[in-house]
């Protein structure tokens, strides 16, 4: 546009000489023919004349030229205008340093009002825009910008973030170039600049799900508008089989297992119609041909006019839980390691067998079986070996039970449980019973050992003793306790006393209770005596009940409800407490017993704090630890054989005396008693009770006395009732005797006068 000016002015101005010059001769040949005439010179002035008149035209030819033109100045104004709109419209700031002015920097409003400022607000210095950097960019980006302005040539580029009124940082993109004069030196550096937070989180936002895409272990597949495939990620191709070069271009449909009908696809696109989105399990096939059970989620992706623009499947190979499935199946029904049912089934058929027999009007039985003293082949011959035992067993009961009328089931540990439809009197009831016992008695060789064990029987009738699943179960197992307590090896048929017992047990609970709290409990002393001389040297402690309705209540009676209700350590540790109490009292009076012996349960031997509460009962008492003496059950210390022995050492280097009491029957090794850091077994009563004549009683008597002596430790009968048994036990030297013979268990007071009779003697 310039050039085509420069141009017209040239044409105007050689065009103004012409026809200026051309006029001038016209003139002077004029005047010339007409001075001719006269004989009069005017030559000169004709000239001076011609050269006035060309400086006119031509000031007419330049001023015409030059004189503005409004169509084209609002013209320019137009383009200035749009140039402005565009610049707003696309949220454009427009910077431009005049590099003439050293830091004087223009900013438009559009480029203040991105980061919240006015134009007043923001500054217009070098100085307000480097202070509104992110400081850690301040000194790079400006020595990037005077770089350029240096060196550059092209456009300039750069992405940094300023502040913005609120305190936020934005993302600005800033873009422009240098404007120089003719000898290249630079004067301007103008651009534009835009505000790309939203655009920079976008982007991070891809390449977040990018990576999700590329790394999740669910399989992606993405199909275009037309149902064709355009992308898949690593986990497609690993679980199908499938290359993305095998795939993309071609449809979905190649992975057709031709498991689903035609309404299943039907289904599967109505929902992605109405919905946008289809969940379920689908049977696809790998590249090999395999069946390939998938849970996939498809999902429609529509542009901004509402068209699908893609389909998105994500898919997760459910193979290996099809495979496994069945297994589980089997594992929520049967126990895996006997294959009978478990707990589950068993009340699955238990209901289904219930209302069977309400219906029909007959009576059926439930027989709860519980292996008598399991725990120890495990403790002592491992699990396998008890694993094992428990396979034998279930082999048995299936062989001498009606498996079309009966059902056998494991229900946990060493428990069966057998629910028989045609057993429906009690004496039918027995015959099973006993046969189940008999079957449990016969000898077991596992791994080159015969192995003998014993069960316990309870028996339910029902619906004649129970109307649910429930109560079958609790019934049967109040029965089994009766059979238990019975002795074990036998079967008990549950009855309505048995229901009145555990509701006057619970009642017993409360009232024991109450007791220990109210003092309602007292403390009764057992002499014990040296067998060689008769002399008495120490007393065994043991609790009573002083009922206010019954009196006194029997151990036997209130101790195993207490330990079900888990009163029982808070019984041992008032014993321990009002024992140490009463050996101070006679201590005090000189009274110089050796011992006192107070019993643990196997609740208070299994806690850790034992020895502390030990050695603080001491210490409140003011009795040394060498007159205690703690006994503790051998079935107790096989319990947890680690923490007894553990517990046991903590309490002997306190230095009380420890004593394992009914010795014999806790079925413990000779390695374990060697280990344990006792002083004194105490024979059980069971042993003495036949004594002299049994002969078997006797062997095991003198054996305990023989390993007693052998190892160390003393020895103590209990359960002393007659002159024969006591005198066969001082032949054999025994060390210590304590029973009815010596005397009754009796209150403190009574206790300290039969102490003074025996040291007021000669």
Same mark, same amino acid.
């Given at each position: ?383 396998? +070996?008890?694993?094992? +035992? ?15 009328? =009966? ?12 629910? =028989? ?170 009274? *110089? ?29 003011? +009795? ?7 006994? +503790? ?51 059980? *009563? ?77």
């Amino acid at each position: 546009m310039q050039y085509k000016r420069s141009l017209l002015k040239y044409i105007l101005v050689y065009a103004a000489l012409v026809l200026s010059g051309f006029l001038g001769y016209s003139i002077c040949f004029t005047l010339a023919t007409h001075n001719a005439q006269q004989n009069t010179a005017v030559l000169p002035s004709n000239w001076l004349l011609l050269a006035g008149l060309s400086i006119v035209y031509w000031f007419v030819a330049w001023r015409s030229y030059n004189k503005p033109q409004p169509k084209a100045q609002a013209d320019a104004q137009a383009d200035l205008e749009r140039l402005k709109l565009a610049l707003i419209v696309a949220n454009q700031g427009l910077w431009d340093w005049d590099l003439t002015k050293q830091y004087d920097i223009y900013f438009s409003s559009t480029y203040c009002n991105n980061l919240g400022y006015s134009q007043a607000e923001f500054g217009s210095s070098l100085q307000d825009w480097k202070n509104r950097l992110l400081p850690e960019e301040r000194e790079l980006l400006l020595s990037n910008a005077m770089r350029f302005m240096h060196e550059g040539d092209g456009d300039y580029d750069s992405t940094y973030r300023m502040q913005h009124k609120n305190g936020s940082y934005r993302w600005i993109r800033s873009r422009g170039s240098l404007i120089k004069d003719a000898t290249g030196t630079p004067i301007r550096f103008i651009g534009i600049a835009h505000d790309i937070t939203e655009q920079r989180g976008t982007e991070e936002r891809l390449k977040q799900a990018r990576a999700v895409f590329e790394s999740t272990h669910e399989g992606v597949l993405i199909t275009d508008s037309k149902n064709t495939i355009v992308h898949i990620n690593p986990a497609f191709s690993h679980i199908t089989g499938y290359t993305a070069e095998e795939v993309l271009g071609k449809t979905p449909s190649m992975f057709k297992s031709g498991r689903h009908s035609r309404d299943f696809y039907k289904a599967l696109w109505n929902s992605l119609k109405t919905t946008d989105e289809w969940s379920g399990e689908i049977w696809n096939r790998r590249k090999s041909g395999e069946i390939l059970p998938q849970y996939q989620t498809i999902r429609l992706i529509r542009d901004e006019n509402g068209l699908v623009s893609h389909n998105v499947a994500v898919f997760s190979d459910i193979s290996l839980l099809k495979d496994s499935q069945s297994e589980l199946n089997y594992l929520a029904h049967y126990d895996p390691l006997t294959g009978l049912a478990n707990r589950t089934q068993l009340y699955e058929r238990l209901n289904i067998t219930l209302q069977t027999l309400t219906n029909e009007g007959k009576n059926g039985s439930a027989f709860l079986i519980d292996l008598d003293h399991f725990k120890s082949i495990n403790e002592s011959l491992g699990h396998s +070996v008890g694993d094992q +035992v428990l396979q034998a067993i279930a082999e048995r009961i299936n062989a001498i039970i009606d498996q079309k009328h =009966c059902t056998l089931s494991r229900i946990g540990g060493d428990e069966f449980v057998v629910i =028989c439809q045609d057993t429906g009197t009690p004496a039918e009831a027995a015959l099973v019973a006993q046969a189940l016992i008999k079957a449990s008695k016969q000898p077991f060789i596992i791994e080159n050992k015969e192995l003998f064990i014993s069960a316990s029987v309870g028996i339910c009738l029902f619906p004649r003793s129970a109307k649910s699943v429930e109560d079958i179960m609790r019934n049967a197992d109040s029965a089994l306790s009766k059979a238990k307590a019975s002795g074990r090896d036998t079967f008990a048929f549950y009855s309505s006393e048995m229901t009145e017992q555990a509701f006057q047990r619970i009642s017993i609970g409360s009232e024991l209770r109450a007791a220990l709290e109210t003092q309602g409990l007292m403390l009764y002393y057992q002499p014990v005596y040296a067998m060689g001389g008769l002399t008495l040297v120490g007393c065994e402690a043991l609790v009573r009940w002083n009922h206010p309705e019954r009196g006194l209540v029997s151990p036997g009676e209130f101790i195993p409800i207490a330990e079900e209700i888990g009163l029982i350590s808070a019984i041992d540790e008032w014993v321990l407490q009002r024992a140490c109490e009463q050996m101070h009292q006679w201590q005090k009076q000189s009274i *110089q017993l050796g011992f006192v012996a107070v019993n643990l349960s196997s609740r208070s031997l299994s806690k850790k704090e034992l020895a502390t509460t030990v050695a603080d009962t001491l210490k409140r008492s003011g +009795v040394k630890p060498q007159y205690l003496e703690l006994e +503790v059950t051998e079935s107790a210390v096989m319990e947890d054989p680690d923490r007894a022995d553990a517990t046991l050492k903590e309490l002997r280097a306190l230095g009380v005396r420890l004593a394992i009491d009914d010795f014999g029957t806790g079925y413990s090794s000779l390695s374990r008693l060697k280990s344990l850091p006792v002083h004194k077994l105490k024979i059980d *009563q069971s042993f003495i009770r036949n004594l002299p004549s049994d002969s078997e009683d006797s062997a095991i008597v003198r054996a305990i006395l023989m390993l007693g002596k052998s190892i160390g430790l003393e020895v103590q009968a209990e359960g002393i009732e007659t002159a024969e048994q006591m005198h066969f036990l001082q032949e054999l030297d025994c060390p210590l005797g304590q029973g009815y013979w010596f005397g009754r268990p009796m209150p403190a007071h009574d206790f300290s006068k039969l102490i003074n009779s025996n040291f007021q003697q000669p």
